[in-house]
Every structure is written in structure tokens, then in C-alpha cells.
């Protein structure tokens, strides 16, 4: 089937035909047959690259252009949101069957708006998270969706997110009832089940537009089912000599799976001469440049610097320690070939897109603080398989793993390679998540009593698995606990209180918020901003925290004997060590120290320290709602202020100046340190003065001045625009 045979307007089919889109694959030529187009719900499951994903824009394409409705689109990572995000953009330039433009929404952060901000976007692209979030606010176009496309819908099975993607999709089967659901799964084994769960037309393929092959590497061998390819010699090492095989010719590349993130930098440096050699004299000029914008951001890490001169060879590493920024850099630079060699940690294989020739994963086992090294599951290792192959330019996609011992060979076959990954199991009862879960249910008015409550679990997947008894007993439990705590009251039926209410619009677990107010009933015998920090450092919702070393412990001693009656000691030693390490990470920031200083005292990387920070802005605007419930509501303030230092990494007198848009910390201390210390100085202050200041230009100048009433004379909008000095209006 073509995409001309497709019935959409001839203008989406030339837009498709733009992308690339000629010949439908056979899960989309599958789509079609089983009622895509006629609103049957579909289950997809089948390789990366499959061509899934068209699937639900063909269908968005069709309910947008005849005005049916909303469509949302929902992802796990940011990451992926803005992939989509874009994807869409590109599709839908076509007009409605009426003549208006199609409007493109996305919504991944900001756990405290309504949502009600997105009812003008005919398509909004979202987080699992961020949906979540959204429901409980009750926005009035939640009933107006037409279409809902629900994308790595085997995570229904990860301890972390499976929760939160189950209930989603339970709620939005009784929300929206008539809308047409679409998910997206990988190669999974019990998939039947999930279609029969999800009402589906259950859609199976192996086929990917690639062809794979995995095997094993061992000894400078590539042992695959049907042959043995040897692997020549060149630099005496395995993994220099596969990665040479690699890219040796016709724009090779190759992709690294590591455990850790130091094995990654390790790797990427150990494979730079191979890199090196294989750059036309256009890529190493072009990689220069690369290089440069990695090096001239604001507070660069030796991290950073490894990275940008790495990237100058023609390697990279990927892992979330980087900046998004920096991400972006290299996911670009190694779509376009020109970086030949990228070693990543796992969280690759299920965020971007980013196909290689040959895949290699090094190891099998994962790290984590909580576990330590544990083998990976079979469908993880199929995740990052899937990367190898890329259409239009592999004619077939290698995956090996990375064998030590020749004894290895036949596990990593007969385990992995041949093997099919695990069924998806619920986590619902597994997880703290399920009191928010059903605090929620109550508040967006699913359940009025306990018949009713008990009735909406009996229609999550967990039921699929689960006996009956099971499922009441932890619903009960979690009422029990909430009514205990004051967020739910019985009262002819059951009725969340305004505390219970709260808890569910500000997305934090009712675990949190009961902590909060715990900590508030009764303060150490001096309050700060250490004691605000530890209040929510201490919560469930702030986990994972840093982990301290034995290294840490000089400094954290010094912390104590410094802040002893500001602080909580109800925990473990262990415990309060890991709060100590993480509230001097987030102290360090809002006392605008560099991301070199925080990096080199507490081993923190600019990533890890933005989703830190991320993290601890939301839960101290939720501890300052929730203070409205203690008896100290003069700390309200306090939370709030200690939010937007943390959100921008600001000591207190930079406040003011970091409310207007384009003025982060780096800009913020510059105007301050030259004596402009407020909005009310900006507006006194001459354009031509701000234009001087370093990190301004005219094009920020004329912004900010607008947004305080101050006057630019002589000046338009048009020709500040032409003098911009600087292109870039992020916030540093």
C-alpha cells in the first residue's frame, strides 16, 4: 500500500511524501486494515524502526483535518516529547477541513498548572508524569479527546514508571470512553493480554526495514547463527579493533552500551584514536566547530571538556550526568554521521532515536544504589538491539555482545539472543504509588464510595494478574492510611478533604505531604534553609538521593557541628548522610556557586544537579501549600522564596532581577555586580548602558526594558532585532 492509496487530504500526503514516506510498512498497512482510519483502538507491538509511530500520525492527520477532537500524544522521557513535538510540527502544515491552522502543543513540567493553558492546541504532546499531573487538575478538554496514542506502553512493567502509565490509562478508559486509543509497544510476549485489557486490535510483527543480525564478539571474532566474521588486528584490543571493523568503511558507525557512566568516558577516550582516523578532513572541521559550542558554555566541567574534545575525534559518550545541551549536541552530530563512535549507558536505548550499523553491549548487568549490579532483562537487552541498522543506509544491522570468557557464548545466546523477553507484569502493588492512585481517583470524581473505587482498580491491567481479594486489600489500605492522615473523609460515601484535594493537584505522594507536615508539627530548635531543604529532602518524592562516600564524611561532620540545632536526626546515620549530601548540592547552588566547584566537591554532574534542582523547586512550592495545613503558615513564604532560588540558583538578592524573562543567574550577577540591582533600576538605566553588559546584547536589551515600561528611544523593534548581538535567548 502506498501513501497515495491513504484517505487523507492530498496535502497530508504530500507532506508525508516530503518526510520520506512513499510505501507503508507492514505494520502500518496492518493499521489500515484493522480500522485504523475508522477509529479502532490498536495494539502495536513490534522491533524499533518498525515504523510504528506513523501509525498514530496518520490518525492524528485524519482527526485533526476534519476537526474531531483532540489528540494527545504520550511519552515517558522529555526527551521524546520534544522528538515528537517536532515530528508533528513537520507533519501537520496542512489546514483544517475549515480552513484553520493546526496547533501543536507540548506539556512535560510545571506540576502546578491547571492544564487549562493547553485547550486552544488541537494535539499535545505530553509526558506519562506530566498527564498525570493534568488529569487531577479536571481540565474542561479532557472530554474532548478524540484520539489518544499511548507510546512505550511496555513500561507498564518498569518498578518506577509502570504505576504511573497503568492508571493513566485506566482513568482515560472512563474519562474519555469514546476516544480512539492507540498504543505502542516493543516486541513483548503476552501482548494478547494487553490488547484484550486495552479493547484492541492487536497488531504483531517482527519485520524492521533492516534486517538484524545479533551475535556475540569474543576474541576478534563476530560469531553470528550462519557465520563467524573475523575481525582484523589493528590496534590490539577488541573493542578498538570491532569499533575500526565498524566504521572502516561507507559511513560506518557503531554504538556502545556501557553500565556506568564512568565506563563510558572511559570507553569513549580509549576509542578515540579509532574515531580519529576514519574523519574526512570535512568532518574534523565540522566536529571543530561542534567542539567550540561544547566548550563556550557558561561553568564548563572537566566533564564537559572531556566531552567537547572527544567529540573533535570523531567519539562521544552519552548519559544523563550531561546537560541537555550537550545531549543535543551529540544526538545531532551522530545523526549526521559525522560522529562515528558513540558509548552510552542504557538510558539510550529508550529515549532518542539513534540507529548505528553495529551495536555492541558490553555488558549485561545494570547498576543501581539501591541493588548494586543486577542482570538486565531480556527485553532491555532487545531495546538496545534495536538500535542497530539504519534504513537508507545499512543494507543489515549488527548486534554483539561483548563475551570476556569463551564459557559466555552460549549463556548470552541461549539467554538473550534467542530468547523472547519477559511478559509485562503490573507493579501497581508494588509501589507506594498506588495511595496517590487512589487519593486521585476519588478527587477527579471516579469513585464517590468504596464499591465504586474498588470497581475502577478491577479495570487496571493489575487485575489481569491479580486475584480480586488482592486488589481490595490494598485499596483499603490505601483509604485507611489516607483517612488516618485527614485527606479523605467518610461522609455519606467518600469525599477528599480540601488537605486531600491539594495533596492530588500538587502530584506529590501522599507519603510526602504527610511528612511535611509531620516535620512542621515539630521544628528543630532553629529554622533555615537547611531546615526547609531537609523537610523535603527527607520525602519519598526527592528519592533517589545522593549517595555519600567515605569521602564525604570530613565535610559532613563539619555540616552538623555547623548546622546541629537547624537540623532532623529521626533517620539512620547512613540516611541522614545521603539528606546532608543532597542539601549541600542544592545549598552550593543557590549560593551561586560554579557547576565546576559543585562538580569537583561533591563528584556532581551538571545533569544530575539540573534534575536535582528540578526536583527540590517543585517539592518546596508543594511544601509551601502545604504548610497552609501547620501550624506555622508564617514558613509559607520562606518555602516559596527558597523555590525560586533554587529553581534559578540564586542568593536571595537576585530575586527580583530573575523574574523577568530572558534573566537567569549569570545575567542576574552581572547587572547586579555593576549596580542595577532591581527592575526599578533597569527602567533608569540607559539602553545603551544594558547593551554593555556582558551576556545582554540589544535584542535582550530591548526585552527587558519593554517588560519593565522603560523607554527606548529612537529604537524599533525591527532594527534592535537586526543589531541582536546575540542570537541565543535561553536563560543562563
Known sequence: MEVDDLEIPEDAKTSLRELGFST???????????????????????PTA???????????????????????????????????????????????????????????????????????????VATYEKMDSLIRHKPSWLKNISLLTFDEIHLIGSADRGPVVEIILTWLKEISPNSQNIALSATISNARKIAEWLNANLIQSDWRPVPLKEGVFFSNSIILDDETIQVSNVFGDELQDLANHAIKDNRGQI???????????????????????????NEKAILEKVSSELLS??????????????????????????????????????????????????????????????VCV??????????????????????????AGRPQFDEVGYSLIYARKQEDIDYFVNNYIKAKPEPIRSNLTLSNYITSAVLSTIVIGLASDEVELEEV??????????????????????????????????SNGIKATPLGRRIAELYVLPETAFSILNKLSSLPRKVSEVTLLQIVVSTPDMHPLLSSTRKDLPWIDEFINEHYDELYFLET??????????????????????????????????????????????LLFAASEIAKWSKYPELIKDFEILSTRVKYGIKTELLDLVSLEGIGRVRARNLYKIGIKSKEDI??????????????????????????????????????TQKSLFGDERKY
Do not use: C
Open 683 to 720: 527602567a533608569k538605566t540607559s539602553f545603551n548602558e544594558l547593551v554593555k553588559v556582558p551576556g545582554i546584547g540589544a535584542k535582550l536589551a530591548y526585552k527587558i526594558k519593554s517588560q519593565v515600561g522603560g523607554q527606548v528611544k529612537d529604537i524599533d523593534e525591527k532594527e534592535v
Open 297 to 358: 558554555i557558561e561553568d564548563l566541567t572537566p566533564v564537559g571538556s572531556e566531552l567537547a574534545n572527544l567529540v573533535k575525534k570523531g567519539v562521544a559518550f552519552h548519559h544523563a550526568g550531561l546537560t541537555s545541551f550537550q545531549r543535543k549536541k551529540v544526538e545531532e552530530a551522530f545523526k549526521k554521521h559525522y560522529i562515528k563512535i558513540l558509548v552510552a549507558t542504557p538510558t539510550l536505548a529508550a529515549g532518542v532515536n539513534l540507529p548505528a550499523r553495529y
Open 457 to 490: 482498580f478491577e479495570k487496571t491491567f493489575l487485575a489481569k494478574q491479580a486475584t480480586t481479594q488482592l486488589i481490595k486489600y490494598k485499596v483499603m489500605q490505601s483509604l485507611d492510611y489516607l483517612m488516618k492522615n485527614g485527606a479523605v473523609i467518610l
Open 573 to 618: 546515620e547512613s540516611a541522614i548522610q545521603d539528606q546532608l549530601k543532597t542539601i549541600r548540592a542544592i545549598e552550593m547552588w543557590i549560593n551561586e556557586y560554579s557547576l565546576d566547584k559543585i562538580y569537583e566537591e561533591l563528584d556532581l554532574e551538571p545533569g544530575d544537579l539540573y534534575a536535582l534542582n528540578e526536583k527540590a523547586t517543585w
Open 255 to 281: 554504538l556502545f552500551f556501557v553500565p556506568t557512566r564512568k565506563r563510558a568516558v572511559a570507553l569513549a577516550r580509549k576509542l578515540s584514536p579509532v574515531s580519529s582516523l576514519a574523519l574526512s578532513k
Open 24 to 46: 507503508l510498512y507492514p505494520v502500518q498497512e496492518q493499521s489500515i486494515k484493522n480500522g485504523l482510519l475508522e477509529g479502532r483502538n490498536l495494539l502495536i507491538s513490534a
Open 362 to 387: 558490553t555488558s549485561l548487568e545494570r547498576y543501581s544504589q539501591e541493588f548494586g549490579y543486577q542482570q538486565i532483562p531480556i527485553l532491555e537487552y532487545k531495546q538496545m538491539a534495536g538500535r
Open 50 to 124: 518498525s515504523g510504528k509511530t506513523l501509525v498514530p500520525i496518520i490518525a492524528t492527520i485524519k482527526k485533526t483535518y476534519n476537526n474531531e477532537g483532540k489528540v494527545v500524544y504520550l511519552v515517558p522521557l522529555k526527551a521524546l516529547a520534544n522528538e515528537k513535538f517536532e515530528e508533528f510540527n513537520s507533519v501537520l502544515k496542512i489546514k483544517k477541513k475549515n480552513g484553520s491552522k493546526i496547533k501543536v502543543g507540548i506539556s512535560t513540567s510545571d506540576f502546578a498548572s491547571t492544564g487549562e493553558e493547553l485547550r486552544n492546541f488541537d494535539v499535545i
